[in-house]
């Protein structure tokens, strides 16, 4: 499993000639095996973190340390929220995109295990959106990664195929130990899947709570609600004070 | 009826045109019975003339099509690949291309005289500006994305490039085709036409000289006949490389 370490990371991008402050000064450290979901509005650098650590773009200052454990399990792979299939190849041969040996084999099973078995041998651009994103969680389970990166990956669902899909992500995770890390707007997801949340605001972590609940776990549960509740206050800056619960549960309810 | 349906009026065409002929409102100076030019086409393939200019004909577009197609689709990968070639050749590229390459009749005369080398070079030349062109436009608009989840999941260049760009280029290498088809047919029966003494556009004009309208008309729908075949060739070719596109799925066009 992979683990990494994050300390002081600045990222700025230039555009137009201004130079634009994105990631101000982030420590973060990542247990192997743990599943850690950033939230934050949206334009608050939580998808320039995940994709600093998936190499995508370079950190600017700061250093970002990964600690690969055995031989197997130790790549690092991207679910993006655009699924990302090539639409001229089919889904097993999507599954199987640069794997070396075994490929037809290997992605077969995979495909199994997420359940489309029986769309193997068609078209990405036939299937639907939440198909899809199957098909983009197969591809990047058959390389065994050690870290997971999960760029907002069922943003484009319907509500329903969301949750189905947590479940899905969840029973995974659980099933192979990898270590992952999601980036989410929907704060119910994060609580849903992560053992730990950050919350994330102007480049800066604002908030890191652990989320004691036992899996699998019960949207409908006070539990539940009140973490939400309290990201999500945290998210849109209400004060303590003003928080009633005749307050929150619209408010909450948005998510 | 739906495939009777396009055929109707093509075939009344025909008939009026045959009726009109051996009524004599057309005269055979002017337009040859359909029934005359189908004569004219047994005559000459008996007499293994026809094949002969056919196989000439053949040969310049597909030798020159090789050549010039060959040429404008490595070019337009390179460019399309790399940048720095393509800031080097491209402005020349185009500057050539807008020259009309018909216009260079005169000087390919002057420079290979009427032998099989100014037919070639013609086609070539025409043939090559449309594979350039839509392979490079082809490479160059594939989905940035697709090369940035092909580089997380580990893929080397050359896959890269066998995997995920030259399939995502591809849609537009297949209209470079049937263009450059095109070109190749217009531009070899005007060189032909023009000077030769051999080929489809050599019979034609010959029997022009013995007011054989009937060759004539013989030689101008076998250039069409060509022309369709290739595009239906490279229209089945296109059908089964692209399967995977909209366009080709069951119910597209």
């Known amino acids: ?60 200052e700061g250093q970002l340390k990964f600690h690969h ?18 639409p001229w190849r089919k889904v097993w041969q999507n599954v199987a995109l640069g794997l070396k040996k075994d490929g037809k084999s290997k992605a077969e099973q995979v495909l199994e295990e997420v359940g489309l078995t029986p769309w193997k041998e068609d078209w990405p651009l036939v299937l ?97 609600a009140e973490l939400e509740a309290k990201i999500l206050n945290e998210l849109l800056g209400l004060e303590e004070e003003t928080r009633s619960p005749q307050h929150l549960q619209p408010v909450a309810g948005i998510s | 009826m739906k495939r009777v349906l396009p055929w109707i009026i093509p075939v009344l065409i025909l008939l009026f045109w045959q009726w009109g002929a051996s009524w004599g409102w057309i005269s055979a100076r002017t337009l040859p019975a359909p029934l005359d030019v189908l004569k004219a086409f047994v005559r000459l393939v008996k007499s293994g003339e026809l094949m002969d200019h056919m196989q000439v004909s053949f040969e310049r577009a597909s030798i020159g099509f090789a050549i010039g197609g060959g ?23 185009q500057m050539i291309r807008n020259i009309p390459h018909l216009a260079l009749i005169p000087l390919v005369i002057l420079w290979f005289g009427v032998g099989e080398e100014a037919k070639i070079f013609l086609v070539a030349l025409g043939v090559m500006f449309p594979i350039y062109i839509n392979t490079y436009h082809g490479i160059r608009q594939v989905d940035g994305s697709y090369i940035e989840m092909a580089k997380v999941y580990g893929l080397n260049t050359w896959e890269l490039f066998w995997h995920v760009i030259l399939p995502g280029a591809l849609p537009s290498i297949f209209v470079g085709l049937r263009f450059a088809l095109g070109f190749m047919w217009l531009t070899l029966i005007v060189a032909e036409t023009i000077a030769a003494n051999a080929g489809i556009g050599y019979m034609a004009m010959n029997a022009r000289e013995f007011m054989q309208t009937d060759v004539v008309v013989l030689g101008i729908l076998l250039y069409a ?25 069951k119910g597209g066009a």
């Open chain 1, 69 to 86: 454990g055995d031989e197997k399990n130790n790549g690092i792979r991207v679910m993006f929220q655009d699924s990302r299939l090539l």
């Open chain 1, 1 to 60: 499993m992979v683990t990494f370490q994050m300390e002081n990371i600045h990222k700025s991008f230039e555009n137009h000639g201004l130079s634009r402050k994105v990631i101000t000064g982030i420590d973060l450290e990542v247990q192997a095996g743990e599943f850690v979901a950033i939230v934050g509005r949206s334009g608050c650098g939580k998808s320039t973190l995940l994709r600093l650590v998936a190499g995508l773009e370079q950190i600017d």
């Open chain 2, 71 to 93: 040429i404008g689709f490595l070019l337009g990968l390179v460019n399309g690949m790399f940048p720095v070639a393509s800031r080097l050749l491209d402005s020349t590229v």
């Open chain 1, 128 to 224: 639907s959106g939440g198909q899809r994103q199957r098909v983009a969680l197969a591809r990047a389970l058959v390389h065994e990664p050690g870290l997971l990166l999960l760029d907002e990956p069922l943003g484009a669902l319907d509500a329903l195929t969301r949750i189905e899909m947590q479940q899905l992500i969840e029973r995974i995770w659980q099933q192979r130990h990898f270590t992952a890390l999601l980036v989410t707007h929907d704060v119910a997801e994060a609580i849903a899947l992560a053992d730990r949340i950050i919350l994330i605001d102007e480049g800066k972590i604002k908030l890191d709570v652990a989320v004691n609940l036992s899996r699998p776990r019960k949207r409908g549960s006070s539990a539940f």
């Open chain 2, 225 to 249: 006949l060509l022309g369709k075949g290739a595009d239906v060739i490279a229209h089945l070719l296109e059908k089964s490389l692209l399967k995977w596109h909209p366009n080709f799925q």
